[in-house]
């Protein structure tokens, strides 16, 4: 399976961005990650392929919304009152299960400015 990220760029804190990530294959399992500058990666939103199921990392609760379009095998991240702190390079992922990503695509960077 390989996934293609699009939809980063430069925004003014509370400013939008809707990332998207375009699979080549179905799996059970879509997720967005993203690594800050000198900090490790981390779970921002995830959504099964069937049933719809979504979680979010609390800090993007209410301003973050994960979605997808089965024909389009394409799932979205829209972000919505964006922080400084959401600055990061963001990172789609697919998998079987949950909490277990096999394939992960390109980086977009997305940067907040205050």
């Known amino acids: 399976v390989q996934l293609q990220a699009f939809g980063g760029g430069e925004v003014q804190a509370g400013g939008s961005l809707r990332l998207s990530c375009a699979a080549s294959g179905g799996t059970y399992i879509m997720g967005w990650f993203r690594q800050a500058a000198g900090k490790e990666r981390e779970f921002v939103a995830s959504?099964?392929?069937?049933?719809?199921?979504?979680e979010y990392v609390d800090s993007v609760k209410g301003r973050f919304t994960i979605s997808k379009d089965n024909n389009k095998n394409t799932v979205y991240l829209q972000m919505n009152g964006l922080k400084p702190e959401d600055t990061a390079v963001y990172y789609c992922a697919a998998g079987w299960k949950r909490f277990n990503y096999d394939y992960w695509g390109q980086g977009t960077e997305v940067t907040v400015s205050s």
């Open positions: 959504i099964t392929w069937s049933g719809g199921t979504t």
